[in-house]
């Protein structure tokens, strides 16, 4: 017996952040504008940096950006998720 697929499923959802520049470095707030160099994926974060905040978003969040700012050093407590 053949399995029919009757529904659209997915895995992916959407996200984003937002950070006060004031609690970065200059380095780490490269490295979110580079995250992409971090994996070899098409489902990259849109990032975007005003005067006093960098936020991103993205609609696939199959990048963990979370893992990502722990990594290069982004206390978690700064960082607003779902803004």
Do not use: C
């Amino acid at each position: 017996m053949a399995k029919i697929k009757t529904d659209y499923t997915t895995n992916s959802s959407s996200s984003s952040f937002i950070i006060v520049k004031r609690h970065l470095t200059s380095e780490q707030i490269m490295k979110i504008h580079k995250h992409s160099e971090e994996i070899d994926r098409w489902d990259e974060w849109n990032i975007s940096e005003d005067e006093f905040t960098i936020s991103g978003s993205t609609g696939m969040d199959n990048f963990d950006m979370d893992e990502f700012l722990i990594k290069i050093g982004v206390p978690e407590n700064i960082v607003k998720w779902g803004y």
